[in-house]
């Protein structure tokens, strides 16, 4: 990595994110179906192994990196707030992040009849008024728990300029909804052509990374979500960044990562080893290479700080050619093949 220069001296600053939230679980459209809570969608723990974030943080806390979480809260209307409390105190006794994180869907569990699904998941659907007060009532709930979150991701990055106003208005700091890859589609974010820090509508906004993959069909633009791209795609991209820029790198994974379930309520499943593996990878290969990275979380961002990261931050997208995404596409098929065993929830005890 020497041979990397590295923009104006100063260390690539490395978000690593986990959305951690629970599922419906089928049961919008079958009401024999229950959502599916903490055992199965966050700890998914057999025996004395676990799936779930659990894993996650015994892997970064090999390599002494900290992670932040970004918790869903509106799952309180059928799990009850305990259920979150659990997550967000397990989280933090093990010395990482809390921020928030919203799927405005469990809303529909205020009503008698859930399967009319009259509050919509897509954040951007609810005026001004109705983001502001959804995202205080996290704030409140996570601060009930002992948790002053000063970031937010909407679920599917369902954000549009309102929630940018409704963050600020209940004194977040930052966000991290936007992704060039789904613009148009789930983000609404469409106001800006970011892939790095950016203060806009009294918000620093945190792009989720995004490079270009070239193939023999076209381009497209693909976010660095471990589910979906290879180590290989992973640290060519931080190569890039090192010469070039963004100077702000944001990873997505989400609880479940390492969980390839085998049906809606996730009774059965088979471990993803592949990216258990490419997360084992990430996490040494930044800890190597402490030099150029810095590997940080939301909740040490303040004021100050932001700014520098702001007047320092670079808009390049990075560039993988064909070779690369051909061995991301040969591992994704290695990756869904039956080869693992199937590991039963059911049966745990």
Partial sequence: MEKFAVLNQNKINIFITVDTEHS???AFANSNLKPVGND???FYTVGNTSYGIPLI??????CGLRVSFFTEILNKYYFGENESRIVCEYI?????????HL???YLNFRSQGPVTHSFPDQLYTYPLEKQTEFIAEGKKTLNSFGVNPTAFRAGNFNADRNTLTALAENGFIADT??????????CRLDHADINDAEYIDGIWEFPVTNFLEYSPVGRRYRP???NGVSFLQMRKVLEQAAEKGPRNITIVMHSFSFINPLDLQYRNMRPRKTVIRRFEKLCRYLAENRSLFRVMTFGELHINKLKDIAENAVHHVPKIHFGCSLARNLEQIWDVLPLQPVISF???R
Avoid: E, F, T, W
């Fill in 57 to 62: 943080m015994d892997i970064a806390d090999h």
């Fill in 177 to 186: 909804s936007y992704s060039k890859a789904y613009l148009g589609k789930s």
């Fill in 224 to 226: 660095l979500d471990i």
């Fill in 24 to 26: 419906i679980g089928g």
């Fill in 40 to 42: 199965r969608r966050i």
């Fill in 103 to 105: 799927h405005p869907n």
């Fill in 92 to 100: 933090m006794r093990r010395g990482h992040d809390v921020q928030l």
């Fill in 346 to 348: 059911d049966k745990k």
